[in-house]
């Protein structure tokens, strides 16, 4: 059974830092992972999504990286701003069922001023 | 409209009531997904729709929860005789349905419901 587990459970950083958030599934046989942020009161917005061929995804200052063969995969998080507080969440897809995401309980993160 | 809409945004109920939860999906979005949010926890997936019919209804807690989509668009999650148990956020996500696991779903900001 896929599970996924996201560490830390929640962050608290300086603004300008840069931070790595920390995904990991116990199946690797994925047809993608997504990483997914979450505003109190909306919806869940998709930030990268990496095909289980690729390695990597950037947007912007987002870079998320997927090691398929140890069960990781991370997002960094480039001169970090009060805007990017939220809750990110990261998602995988089984090979075996090309929508059901897996989801992770996600990282509270709060960006200081 | 410009994204997945859900109504209501919350919803208090006392234990045993009947709730409806309505999803609009992004138009022309042929699948269409409800997911179940508990409290700190990641979204958990309930049922998938491609079109009118449910394709996969695997993650369905009981026979207490159904959802239906008449015309493969808005799509109604009802749960009969609620439960303490049921309070959580319903998201409901869509798609264009077309490519598989490729594509994104896009969320809509969910139901809150409260089960008293």
């Known amino acids: 059974k896929q599970e996924v587990t996201q560490i830390p459970a929640a962050l608290s950083v300086p603004e300008g830092e840069n931070l790595v958030l920390n ?19 909306k919806g869940l917005t998709s930030l990268l999504l ?23 995969s991370t997002l960094y998080i480039a001169a970090s701003q009060p805007g990017d ?3 990110y969440l990261c998602a995988v897809r089984r090979k075996d069922s090309n929508y059901q995401l897996i989801w992770g309980a996600g990282t509270k993160l709060i960006i200081k001023p | 409209g410009a994204g997945v809409s859900q109504t209501p945004s919350n919803k208090v109920t006392e234990k045993g009531k009947y709730v409806e939860l309505r999803c609009d999906p992004i138009s022309g979005h ?52 609620t439960e303490r ?5 319903y998201l409901c996500a869509s798609s264009y349905g077309t490519s598989g696991g490729q594509e994104t779903q896009y969320f809509g900001p969910g139901t809150r419901l409260l089960v008293l």
């Open chain 1, 23 to 41: 995904c990991s599934f116990t199946d690797s046989a994925i047809y993608n992972l997504q990483w997914f942020r979450q505003d109190p009161g």
């Open chain 1, 85 to 87: 507080s939220a809750t």
């Open chain 2, 30 to 81: 042929t699948a269409l997904y409800w997911y179940r949010q508990s409290l700190g926890q990641g979204p958990e997936f309930l049922i998938y729709f491609q079109g009118t019919g449910a394709a996969d209804d695997s993650g369905l807690p009981n026979d207490r929860f159904f959802a239906v989509r008449p015309e493969g668009s808005v799509s109604t999650l009802k749960i009969q005789r």
């Open chain 1, 50 to 72: 990496i095909q289980s061929s690729q390695r990597e995804q950037t947007s912007g200052r987002l870079n998320a990286s997927l090691d398929k063969s140890s069960g990781r």
């Open chain 2, 85 to 89: 148990g049921d309070s959580a956020v």
